[in-house]
């Protein structure tokens, strides 16, 4: 295997066994400011693939036990990675899961402002060779890695749409973050109600 593919499918094993064994935390998206409490902080945003995934193209078959729904945490959805410093492990045990192309409202501490590790699964197949090994045929995208600009003292940030433009070979060929801020916020008021604030503190690229 490609040293880059044992990378990346080391990141979604990572994702199941850590959420298996209890001491993994897939953040939630909230429908209520209440819901962020001190420590935390809403990020507002969005991923979009270019051209988005097609009915059908990413293949998941997880075999027959998949109790935590692993699948559908990864249908049309991307997989990222949060830590406290650049420099962190890849794969952490801190993890939002935004749908593609689709505005996401995500709580996480407020020190969890890097992305270390982002990816979409086109392929994660799971086959049962003998009673006591299975096989995991793993492609995924890898996403550039980011970090939130987030203050101790706010609520809700905007962090910008990361638009990535793939060829047919699902390498990016181009990563932009964009601000349509107008958009995100006239969602985030009608989510969360008129007098709601939301600051713009769009995500820069780690090096």
């Given at each position: 295997?490609?040293?880059?593919?044992?990378?990346?499918?080391?990141?979604?094993?990572?994702?199941?066994?850590?959420?298996?064994?209890?001491?993994?935390?897939?953040?939630?998206?909230?429908?209520?400011?209440?819901?962020?409490?001190?420590?935390?902080?809403?990020?507002?945003?969005?991923?979009?693939?270019?051209?988005?995934?097609?009915?059908?193209?990413?293949?998941?078959?997880?075999?027959?036990?998949d109790p935590l729904d692993m699948a559908g945490k990864l249908r049309d959805r991307a997989v990222l990675h949060l830590a406290n410093?650049?420099?962190?492990?890849?794969?952490?045990w801190e993890v939002i899961n935004p749908r593609l192309g689709e505005t996401f409202f995500f709580r996480i501490p407020q020190d969890?402002?890097?992305?270390?590790?982002?990816?979409?699964?086109?392929?994660?197949?799971?086959?049962?060779?003998?009673?006591?090994?299975?096989?995991?045929d793993i492609a995924e995208i890898l996403l550039p890695r980011l970090e939130f600009d987030i203050k101790s003292t706010e609520k809700?940030?905007?962090?910008?749409?990361?638009?990535?433009?793939?060829?047919?070979?699902?390498?990016?060929?181009?990563?932009?973050?964009?601000?349509?801020?107008?958009?995100?916020?006239?969602?985030?008021?009608?989510?969360?109600?008129?007098?709601?604030?939301?600051?713009?503190?769009?995500?820069?690229?780690?090096?």
């Open positions: 295997m490609h040293p880059v593919a044992a990378r990346l499918a080391r990141g979604c094993l990572w994702l199941a066994a850590s959420l298996m064994a209890g001491c993994g935390t897939l953040h939630p998206e909230v429908t209520s400011l209440n819901e962020i409490s001190s420590g935390t902080v809403l990020v507002v945003g969005q991923v979009e693939l270019v051209p988005p995934l097609q009915p059908g193209e990413q293949k998941l078959k997880l075999g027959t036990f410093e650049p420099k962190a492990a890849e794969e952490t969890k402002r890097f992305v270390v590790m982002g990816t979409i699964t086109t392929k994660r197949v799971t086959t049962k060779v003998t009673r006591r090994q299975v096989v995991e809700a940030v905007y962090v910008g749409t990361l638009r990535l433009h793939r060829d047919e070979f699902n390498e990016v060929t181009k990563a932009e973050i964009l601000d349509q801020y107008a958009r995100a916020s006239a969602e985030f008021k009608k989510k969360f109600g008129e007098r709601a604030v939301l600051r713009k503190a769009i995500a820069k690229p780690l090096k």
